[in-house]
């Protein structure tokens, strides 16, 4: 197909109209997955923050940190969206965590130790997503308060591993499908238009033979409504020049006759002239 055929401009211009659709509607599609998985991801993380703050309340005034230790492993042995769990205490270490290479430190320097964060929102759970062991995490840290006095804070960090693989899994698909239904598309609007540009050029062919002189050529009126119109005003057209080349012929052969009867008196008088000389 040549680049400045009708065809092939109708076909790229079709491809790239679906392929602008298929990406707003991905994208569209896509931002409105991510947002409700990810609301998802942070309700369950936010519940799974409140059952620790209730268990830390009752074990920090105790000064259990064994079992806070133990909950803590146990909790991210539990929930696969957990990627670490922690508690601190009122002076900002690290008394229970699910990496026992954490416990000791400052909080922020275990929060460090996972890597950069970028804060998201400030909230009566703090909210902040950090790089930890190569995952995407949401890390929420809530304070743990008794009878109005902090005793310390709990962290939870849920990862969005499982969201994002579920998101490319979900692009791949819609690349996919979409790709299918491109290829689909144009084919079938090759198909069509092939269709139509063959009446169009069986117009050009009945062009140039009337152009040489055939002008009992007929098109096939068929196809689409505007070229079957096309066809037809051509057959017009066609009919007309060979009514206007009837009368001209017509007109010459009137012309012709009225020749020779001129041509005829002329030579009558002619010859009577040539009488009356003679007679003379």
Do not use: C
């Amino acid at each position: 197909m040549r680049w400045n055929s009708l065809s092939t401009r109708i076909v790229v211009t079709f491809a790239v109209l679906v392929m602008s659709v298929m990406l707003v509607v991905t994208a569209f599609s896509y931002l409105r997955t991510k947002d409700a998985l990810e609301n998802m991801l942070e309700n369950h993380g936010r519940m799974l923050a409140g059952a620790m703050e209730a268990v830390a309340a009752e074990h920090l005034v105790l000064y259990d940190y064994v079992y806070l230790r133990n909950y803590v492993t146990e909790v991210t042995a539990k929930e696969p969206v957990v990627s670490f769990a922690a508690v601190t205490n009122q002076d900002g270490t690290v008394v229970a965590h699910s990496d026992h290479a954490q416990e000791g430190k400052k909080a922020e320097a275990a929060a460090a130790a996972g890597g950069a964060a970028a804060v998201r929102k400030e909230s009566a759970i703090s909210e902040r997503v950090v790089a930890y062991k190569g995952n995407r995490v949401l890390e929420l840290t809530l304070p743990v308060a008794i009878s109005g006095k902090q005793w310390g804070k709990v962290q939870l960090g849920v990862n969005y591993r499982d969201v994002d693989s579920v998101l490319h899994r979900l692009a791949l698909s819609v690349v996919l499908v979409g790709g299918l239904l491109l290829v689909l598309s144009v084919l079938g609007a090759r198909s069509f238009i092939g269709r139509m540009t063959s009446d169009i050029n069986k117009v050009i062919d009945s062009a140039g033979k009337i152009a040489a002189g055939e002008l009992r050529e007929q098109v096939s009126e068929k196809g689409v409504d505007e070229v079957r119109a096309l066809a037809r005003a051509f057959n017009a057209m066609a009919e007309n020049l060979r009514t206007v080349l009837r009368q001209i012929q017509e007109t010459g052969a009137g012309v012709g006759s009225f020749s020779s009867s001129i041509t005829s008196v002329i030579q009558d008088q002619a010859a009577s002239a040539s009488q009356q000389a003679t007679s003379v």
